[in-house]
């Protein structure tokens, strides 16, 4: 039972240390080589999309021209900027209600505890109090009422079928209206 529990390790610790070592090594020549390409390709897509300016050559009208139109393309690039920044807010925005919908629906938020230190003495009194609490008579707080007279005629009117038939028609309802 005891050889089940144990596992034998087909590898022994510094054939372990070796190969950690290795992958380890292979790992940052990995990440080195990933970071050369992704520098690579930001390069030429830069090239690709922003090609480099001549100004050589140029008139000032010509200067002028290319000035308007670089400007132009700012201010597309800075209107596209905006958009996708409005909705990257708007999505947080969404996601932070979402989160809070999510943990009314788990309970809410819990409130740290804090550690109260109390000596065994203490704890053994909180005890002892609570079961002597549970047990009290829960009559003997509550407040007494006094009713007045009329309230004990009203309360108790007697047969139904001869107050109805008193009240009946309209000298019973005189009889409310006076009461």
């Given at each position: 039972m005891a050889?089940?529990?144990?596992?034998?390790?087909?590898?022994?610790?510094?054939?372990?240390l070796l190969l950690k070592q290795k992958l380890l090594k292979k790992a940052g020549v990995l990440l080195v080589q990933e970071q050369s390409t992704k520098v690579t390709e930001r390069e030429s897509t830069l090239n690709e999309r922003v090609p480099p300016l001549k100004?050589?050559?140029?008139?000032?009208?010509?200067?002028?021209?290319?000035?308007?139109?670089?400007?132009?393309?700012?201010?597309?690039?800075?209107?596209?900027?905006?958009?996708i920044e409005a909705k990257v807010l708007k999505n947080?925005?969404?996601?932070?209600?979402?989160?809070?919908?999510?943990?009314?629906l788990k309970g809410g938020k819990r409130p740290n505890l804090?550690?109260?230190?109390?000596?065994?003495?203490?704890?053994?009194?909180?005890?002892?109090?609570?079961?002597?609490?549970?047990k009290a008579d829960f009559?003997?707080?509550?407040?007494?009422?006094?009713?007045?007279?009329?309230?004990?005629?009203?309360?108790?009117?007697?047969?139904w079928r001869k107050n109805v038939e008193s009240l009946s028609g309209m000298e019973g309802r005189k009889k409310l209206f006076n009461s």
């Open positions: 050889s089940l529990l144990k596992k034998k390790t087909k590898y022994s610790a510094t054939r372990r100004l050589s050559g140029l008139s000032v009208q010509e200067l002028q021209e290319l000035c308007k139109e670089l400007h132009r393309k700012c201010d597309t690039v800075d209107e596209a900027r905006y958009d947080e925005k969404e996601l932070v209600d979402l989160k809070a919908k999510i943990n009314e804090k550690r109260v230190k109390k000596s065994a003495d203490a704890m053994l009194g909180a005890l002892t109090e609570a079961k002597l609490s549970s009559k003997s707080n509550l407040k007494t009422v006094k009713k007045d007279k009329k309230e004990e005629e009203k309360a108790d009117p007697g047969d």
